[in-house]
């Protein structure tokens, strides 16, 4: 039997919590053990909760989802965060990687997708909006990244587009048939070339630069 999977929801929209609760709660395996209508009330429940995943809107009063973002992860709480967000902005989509957020979900089709969203984040992956994931991540830039990765490896570059395609170690190993160490070396040689510095910091690069990769 499946574990079932402990989350907080926070949002100041008391309709829209009740929505998302009853969503999750009828697909069975979920357990909402606590809810919360601004940032600051969220935070205490997941310092006293530690639920396995905290759905946190973007925009609340007293704290916003990502400066709660940030303080779990400062204080290295292994609960895994998923943003709502009604924002297709680029720099805070990176600030909440930079904050280890691992969903980034549209708030208009929220309840659909979140059973799936928590799901693979709880699995410690990344999860991503499809309808947010062409804005955000496949936009073009002005910079090129060809001149900064011409220096990988054949095989190092088809790592930097599974790491885009925001697969895990594992997942890459199976795909290239190789060990699941020689994708983590694959990774550290890749951030070394590139510069890179920071946790993820390489999950950043490929997903900036996703669409010429």
Not at 97 to 117: F, M, Q, S
Request: a neutral charge.
């Amino acid at each position: 039997m499946a574990d079932t999977l402990s989350v907080v929801i926070a949002d100041d929209h008391p309709i829209f919590r009740a929505g998302v609760r009853q969503s999750l709660e009828k697909a069975g395996g979920i357990a909402i053990t606590g809810e919360a209508e601004n940032g600051e009330e969220a935070l205490r429940l997941i310092l006293d909760l530690k639920p396995r995943v905290a759905i946190l809107d973007i925009q609340m009063p007293r704290m916003s989802g990502l400066d709660v973002a940030r303080r779990i992860d400062h204080l290295r709480i292994p609960t895994k965060v998923i943003l709502l967000t009604m924002l297709d902005d680029r720099r805070v989509f990176l600030e909440a990687i930079d904050a280890g957020v691992k969903g980034y979900v549209l708030k208009d089709t929220a309840i659909p997708e979140l059973r799936k969203a928590i799901s693979v984040v709880a699995e410690d992956r990344h999860y991503i909006s499809p309808s947010l994931a062409g804005i955000l991540v496949e936009r073009k830039s002005a910079s090129s990244p060809s001149s900064e990765v011409e220096d990988l490896t054949p095989a190092e570059l088809r790592v930097l587009k599974l790491i885009a395609e925001l697969k895990t170690n594992q997942e890459i190993a199976e795909e290239l048939f190789v060990s699941k160490r020689t994708v983590e070396n694959h990774k550290v040689n890749i951030s070394h070339k590139l510069g890179l510095d920071g946790a993820n910091a390489l999950l950043k690069f490929a997903l900036t630069h996703r669409s010429k990769l």
